[in-house]
């Protein structure tokens, strides 16, 4: 079906507006934090469940800086792509959060003849499992994510996107729920609706046209 509607795409937050890892995310840090300082000694001090959730929506470097700081550039790689490995295997088998209603919303909005991107800060193994083991990747016109060589950060994401698909800003809306999600549509005066269902807080959903309190009020896009 042609979209006839005002938006004509939809960027998509990945974790906090499709899926939470809250449930699995210390466990997994906590397993390989221990693991690479019984092998190297550091950190001294393990994040707890606060510190991590307070990082999570940033880029993947971004976080490491912030939660080990001590550690060389090599060593926080190593260890996130450990945690990488371990979510994206936790995830393939089920575990972790999808926000109730979530799947059934996207495909509308892609029935709809809208297109689908998503707009992660997270890495392309970890998202692609996310949207795959809800079955809806396959709705998704593109997966893009941070290669931190053109694309650095979710703002960049977005102006690339755009660009590449030939979509004016007034064509364009961004779900999600922390503030890197309201920059990215903000920086390029695309429509922010929050997802107050998500990880971030009221100051996180300024500016945006509408915040939702479940995944199902999405659908208002199809009326606007």
Same mark, same amino acid.
């Given at each position: 079906?042609?979209?006839?509607?005002?938006?004509?795409?939809?960027?998509?937050?990945?974790?906090?507006?499709?899926?939470?890892?809250?449930?699995?995310?210390?466990?997994?840090? $906590? @397993?390989?934090?221990?693991?690479? !300082?019984?092998?190297? #000694? *550091?950190?001294?001090?393990?994040?707890?469940?606060?510190?991590?959730?307070?990082?999570?929506? *940033?880029?993947?470097?971004?976080?490491? @800086?912030?939660?080990?700081?001590?550690?060389?550039?090599?060593?926080?790689?190593?260890?996130?792509?450990?945690?990488?490995?371990?979510?994206? #295997?936790?995830?393939?088998?089920? !575990?972790?959060?999808?926000?109730?209603?979530?799947?059934?919303?996207?495909? !509308?909005?892609?029935?709809?003849?809208?297109?689908?991107?998503?707009?992660?800060?997270?890495?392309?193994?970890? +998202?692609?499992?996310?949207? *795959?083991?809800?079955?809806?990747?396959?709705?998704?016109?593109?997966?893009?994510?941070?290669?931190?060589? $053109?694309?650095?950060?979710?703002?960049?994401? +977005?102006?690339?996107?755009?660009? !590449?698909?030939?979509?004016?800003?007034?064509?364009?809306?961004?779900? #999600?729920?922390?503030?890197?999600?309201? %920059?990215?549509?903000? %920086?390029?005066?695309?429509?922010?609706?929050?997802?107050?269902?998500? $990880?971030?807080?009221?100051?996180?959903?300024? @500016?945006?046209?509408?915040?939702?309190?479940?995944?199902?009020?999405?659908?208002?896009?199809?009326?606007?």
């Amino acid at each position: 079906m042609k979209s006839e509607h005002r938006f004509k795409a939809v960027f998509f937050d990945v974790d906090g507006t499709i899926f939470s890892s809250e449930g699995i995310i210390l466990e997994v840090y $906590h @397993d390989n934090f221990q693991e690479f !300082k019984r092998r190297t #000694g *550091k950190p001294e001090k393990l994040p707890g469940l606060d510190e991590i959730m307070a990082q999570i929506g *940033k880029p993947v470097r971004t976080i490491f @800086d912030n939660l080990v700081p001590e550690l060389e550039f090599n060593e926080k790689e190593e260890l996130s792509n450990a945690i990488l490995s371990d979510l994206v #295997g936790r995830i393939e088998k089920g !575990k972790g959060h999808y926000y109730e209603g979530i799947t059934e919303a996207v495909k !509308k909005l892609a029935e709809a003849g809208m297109m689908i991107f998503a707009a992660s800060n997270g890495r392309k193994p970890y +998202v692609d499992a996310i949207l *795959k083991a809800c079955s809806i990747y396959d709705l998704f016109t593109e997966v893009p994510v941070l290669d931190y060589e $053109h694309i650095h950060t979710k703002i960049e994401l +977005v102006a690339r996107t755009m660009e !590449k698909y030939g979509l004016s800003p007034e064509q364009c809306v961004l779900l #999600g729920d922390r503030e890197s999600d309201r %920059q990215a549509a903000l %920086q390029n005066n695309v429509s922010y609706v929050a997802c107050a269902y998500g $990880h971030g807080d009221a100051d996180e959903h300024r @500016d945006a046209i509408r915040i939702l309190q479940k995944p199902e009020e999405m659908n208002f896009l199809l009326e606007v």
